[in-house]
């Protein structure tokens, strides 16, 4: 079932209004990414506690050199999810009861 145009528009305003910053993960990966504080930031936790936890085996500073460039990506996931969700949500609204 085809979503209707103010359907699409409203769930693409609520993916960009709930989409992460890239400049605020960035800011946090520089100045606080010691603590991990980027990834805390794009929602991922357990990583986080992961990575801090890995810097005492050195291990933990090519992980935060890596995240340079898999911060764009996990802000894509992120906003790809929520419209993914938006879109079943608003699906589901379309079937008729029985």
Aim: proline share 3%; hydrophobic share 50%.
């Amino acid at each position: 079932m085809s979503l209707t145009t103010e359907q699409e528009i409203l769930i693409e305003s609520r993916v960009s209004n709930e989409r992460k910053s890239a400049g605020a993960a960035y800011l946090l990966w520089f100045f606080l990414g010691i603590f991990s504080a980027h990834r805390f930031y794009l929602g991922r936790p357990i990583s986080a506690i992961l990575q801090v936890l890995s810097y005492f085996i050195l291990v933990g500073f090519i992980w935060w050199v890596i995240d340079l460039f898999l911060i764009p990506g996990i802000i894509q996931e992120d906003a790809d999810e929520v419209r993914r969700d938006l879109v079943a949500r608003y699906r589901n609204e379309a079937l008729p009861r029985r």
